[in-house]
Nanobody, 115 residues
């Protein structure tokens, strides 16, 4: 069984920074893609940033130049460094991992940005 556990969410003022972490545990083989999605109240879950095992990165337009996704392949861990946070970034952030043809999700960590 595979588990993804996020940490690092919290309450931050507009313009502030947070760093999210996600660790994968269990029977984890080589992770192809790892990253982050988010879901704001009343909205659908959306991609924020993902990174492949070849280090190719993809971001949603609204976070480019503010968020940076990275991973530590040896530790099956992904990170999301967020700077210049805005109220519209408020959401539950979910860790995502894909390997062996399966997709896995964490339970989410709440990020709240207040003005």
């Amino acid at each position: 069984q595979v588990q993804l556990v996020e940490s690092g969410g919290g309450l931050v003022q507009t313009g502030g920074s947070l760093r999210l972490s996600c660790g994968a545990s269990g029977t984890v083989l080589r992770i192809n893609t790892m990253g982050w999605y988010r879901q704001a109240p009343g909205s659908q879950r959306e991609l924020v940033a993902v990174i492949s095992d070849g280090a190719a990165k993809r971001y949603t337009d609204s976070v480019k130049d503010r968020f940076t996704v990275s991973r530590d392949g040896a530790r099956n861990t992904a990170y999301l460094q967020m700077i210049n946070l805005k109220p519209e970034d408020t959401a539950v952030y979910y860790c995502y991992a894909a390997f062996s043809g399966m997709s896995y999700w964490g339970k989410g960590t709440l990020v709240t940005v207040f003005s």
